[in-house]
């Protein structure tokens, strides 16, 4: 089984900037999709960004053109970036690996979520 850590929430003010790193480790063969999802006090998960293996990335509109997803391969890490945060950016965030074990199968691992808060 694969142990995903999170880092960098915290707390910042309206337009600020905040980078969230998930670092990935077990048994894992190569890593397939990445992505970020958020949930906000009574609201459901949604996707944030994805990024497939070969770098091709996806937004949810919320967040185009302000938010940032990256991996390093090498260190089996999904990053993202986040700038001009918002009032309703607030929410937990969540990394999300798809991956391959070195059983040959295909398997689907959760972070234990970190907390972003815009507030000024």
């Known amino acids: 089984q694969v142990q995903l850590v999170e880092s960098g929430g915290g707390l910042v003010q309206p337009g600020g900037f905040l980078r969230l790193s998930c670092a990935a480790s077990g048994s894992i063969l190569s890593i397939n999709t990445m992505g970020w999802y958020r949930q906000a006090p009574k609201k459901e998960r949604e996707l944030v960004a994805a990024?497939?293996?070969?770098?091709?990335?996806d937004y949810a509109d919320s967040v185009k053109g302000r938010f940032t997803i990256s991996r390093d391969n090498a260190k089996n890490t999904v990053y993202l970036q986040m700038n001009s945060l918002k009032p309703e950016d607030t929410a937990v965030y969540y990394c999300n690996v798809e991956y391959y074990s070195r059983d040959g199968s295909l398997y689907r691992s959760w972070g234990q979520g970190t907390q972003v808060t815009v507030s000024s």
């Open positions: 990024i497939t293996s070969g770098g091709s990335a």
